[in-house]
């Protein structure tokens, strides 16, 4: 405890300069006799502090001073300081206010090395992400209107658990009371989220596989594709690695779950994009091709 005392004594000092030993004991619910012997233990230890009797007088420390660096050596400090704005760019609580202390103890220049937009081109789901940051670190039960990928509209109460990022999207893994199971939510698709006033206990729910969500009864299918020279950069951007052919085009294989998804991503990439494998993939893109086709005949 008195450690932790003497620490926040200093930061006080660093931040007010001068403090009286009267106002340090009744920030820190101690007699002004503990405050002193605090004092001491710090000029003792090397502290350049120092006291000034009368009026105007106080505590403070001289105008030089740094945190000794010998506590954290130099890369410590720095991984410290990035690992707050890390935190700084999804509003953590509090961690303006820490950064900005921690980087005048460490007498460092903060640098903005990290910064986040939670929201896509098309959609500002700012208001969502934060909502449900509030409701996991205040154990609140939540509320929302969801579309699944099968084009159906229900109504979830969830207790949420978990802000997961994961291939370019956000989602809420969280509790849904009207499952019973854990399930995955992704975050464009929420809509007339309500923070309710219920509170839900701490559950360990965070060890859970991929296979225990809503994917769970949606079966996977390999896929294989054949894309021209085009869609080069959709192949970064969307896949792991791909085979280039001779003539520039790109042959790519991965496995996912069967839906609707599936087949609007394949459509995605238009005349761009072939299915080769399995056959009855390439039946259900022929068959929506040709119903799209009759809309603009």
């Known amino acids: 405890m008195q450690t932790s005392r003497l620490f926040e004594i200093i930061y006080i000092l660093l931040d007010k300069k001068s403090t009286t030993a009267r106002e340090l004991a009744e920030h820190f619910s101690v007699s002004t006799r503990t405050i002193y012997r605090d004092i001491d233990v710090l000029s003792l230890s090397g502290i350049p502090i120092y006291t000034e009797k ?3 007088g106080g505590i403070g420390l001289l105008s030089n001073f740094v945190l000794n660096k010998s506590i954290l050596n130099e890369q410590e400090q720095n991984d410290i300081l990035s690992a707050l704005q890390g935190l700084q760019v999804i509003n953590a609580t509090g961690t303006d206010q820490i950064l900005q202390k921690l980087s005048t103890v460490f007498n ?3 640098t903005p090395w990290v910064d986040v937009d939670f929201t896509s081109w098309s959609f500002s789901g700012g208001e969502t992400f934060y909502g449900l940051k509030d409701a996991i670190l205040q ?4 509320q929302f209107d969801y ?21 370019k999207a956000w989602y809420v893994k969280g509790y849904c009371l009207t499952k019973q199971d854990i399930r995955l939510f992704k975050l464009t698709r929420i809509r007339n989220l309500t923070i309710t006033n219920e509170y839900f206990p701490k559950r360990e729910l965070l060890a859970i596989s991929e296979n225990s969500n809503n994917n769970k009864h949606r079966p996977d299918v390999t896929l294989k594709l054949k894309l021209s020279p085009e869609m080069t950069y959709r192949m970064y951007d969307d ?15 991965v496995t996912w779950p069967e839906d609707e998804w599936l087949y609007g991503f394949i459509l995605s990439f238009g005349e761009h994009a072939e299915v080769l494998e399995p056959p009855h993939i390439k039946e259900i893109i022929k068959s929506k091709a040709e119903k799209i086709l009759k809309k603009y005949k």
């Open 239 to 253: 896949f792991e690695n791909g085979e280039t052919q001779p003539d520039g085009s790109h042959i790519v294989s």
């Open 108 to 110: 460092k220049n903060v």
């Open 147 to 167: 579309f699944s990928t099968y084009g159906e509209k229900t109504t979830r109460h969830i207790e949420p658990i978990q802000l997961w990022f994961k291939s």
């Open 139 to 142: 154990r609140k039960i939540v």
């Open 54 to 56: 009368g009026k105007g």
